[in-house]
């Protein structure tokens, strides 16, 4: 099955990136990669409800970098 790629524009403001930190602030020391579904919510929700696979890959790279 052949996939089609769609361009997305990213736009992580900073207000975003506040929300991204609180909701990360929830879990306890060790187990903030359990935000990881919560993150893409609001990232989806800032992005006119939808995720690109570029805009998931980035989100998940940005986010693992984040909670190392």
Do not use: C
């Not at 893409?40 to 939808?50: C, F, M, R, Y």
């Not at 980035?58 to 986010?63: I, P, T």
């Amino acid at each position: 099955m052949e996939h089609t790629h769609y361009k997305q524009e990213i736009n992580i403001t900073e207000t975003l990136m506040n929300r991204i930190n609180e909701l990360v602030s929830h879990y306890p020391e060790g187990k903030q990669k359990s935000a990881l579904l919560p993150v893409l919510h609001e990232v989806q929700d800032a992005h006119d409800n939808w995720l690109s696979i570029e805009l998931q890959e980035q989100s998940r790279r940005d986010f693992t970098n984040q909670t190392h």
